[in-house]
C-alpha cells in the first residue's frame, strides 16, 4: 500500500462543474496536507495546505480534511480551462517531517 | 526578481559519465531539496539541506551526491550515469509556513542517459 494515494484520472469535467481531487494517506501521525498544481512540462506550485479537520476555502478552492477516515480532498468550483493540470497531494510524515506524495491526479476542463 | 534555477533544462549524456546537475536560487532559503520525478509517478526525495553545509540523504541518494557551500547553490552529481537514472530532477527550496513549509520548485533537468 502507497503512503499517500490518489486516482490518477484523467478527471474530465465540464467548465463550470465542480472538481472533486481525493487523497488518501496510510501514517495515522500525518500532520500536514498539501495541494500543488503542475501543468504539463512545468513545476509544481503550492496552492492549498489544510491542518485541521474540517474545510478551509479560498477563493474557488477548498480543500477538505477528515483525519478519522484518514482522506483529504481538493474542490475546485466554477472550474475553468485553465484547471486543467495534475493535482499533486503531499504529507508531511511526523516521524521525519519530509513530505510524501501522491503520484497526482490530472484534471481535464472540458470547454 | 527572487527566483530559482536550475541547468541545464535538458540533457543527453552516454552511461558512466559523471554529470552536475545545477541549482540555484536567489530567496535567501535555508532548506534546499532535490526530488526525482518519472512520468505519472510519485515525487521522491533524492538530497536535502538545512543550510550550508548540512546535506541529508533522502529515499534515493545511494547514486548521487550534493553540497552546500553557499546558502544559494545546491548541485547534484552523478558519478557514473546510467541509463536508469533518466528522469526529470526537481530542485525545490522553502520557505516557512507557520511551522510547515512552502516549497517553491525550479523548471527541472529532464535527464536522458543512453
Known amino acids: 500500500q502507497k503512503e499517500v494515494e490518489q486516482n490518477s484520472g484523467p478527471l474530465s469535467v465540464p467548465e463550470g462543474a465542480i472538481a472533486s481531487l481525493n487523497c488518501t494517506y496510510s501514517d495515522r501521525g500525518s500532520q500536514s496536507f498539501f495541494w500543488y498544481r503542475q501543468y504539463s512540462g512545468k513545476s509544481p506550485e503550492l496552492i492549498m495546505f489544510?491542518?485541521s479537520n474540517g474545510d478551509k476555502e479560498d477563493g474557488r478552492f477548498t480543500a477538505q480534511l477528515n483525519k478519522a477516515s484518514q482522506y483529504v480532498s481538493l474542490l475546485i468550483r466554477d472550474s475553468q480551462p485553465s484547471d486543467s493540470a495534475t493535482y499533486l497531494c503531499a504529507v508531511n510524515v511526523l516521524s521525519n517531517y519530509q513530505l510524501i506524495w501522491g503520484a497526482g491526479t490530472k484534471l481535464i476542463i472540458k470547454p | 526578481e527572487a527566483d530559482i534555477y536550475q541547468t541545464p533544462r535538458y540533457l543527453v549524456i552516454g552511461t558512466g559519465k559523471k554529470i552536475t546537475l545545477e541549482c540555484s536560487q536567489t530567496?535567501?532559503?535555508?532548506?534546499m531539496y532535490w526530488y526525482q520525478q518519472d512520468p505519472g509517478m510519485e515525487l521522491h526525495l533524492i538530497h536535502y539541506s538545512y543550510g550550508v553545509n548540512s546535506t541529508e540523504k533522502g529515499d534515493l541518494s545511494s547514486e548521487s551526491t550534493v553540497s552546500r557551500i553557499r546558502t544559494e547553490h545546491f548541485p547534484l552529481t552523478l558519478e557514473s550515469a546510467r541509463p536508469s537514472h533518466t528522469s526529470q530532477y526537481l530542485c525545490a527550496s522553502s520557505e516557512p509556513l507557520g511551522d510547515r513549509e512552502k516549497l517553491f520548485f525550479g523548471s527541472g533537468t529532464q535527464l536522458s542517459v543512453l
Open positions: 489544510i491542518y
Open positions: 530567496m535567501g532559503h535555508d532548506k
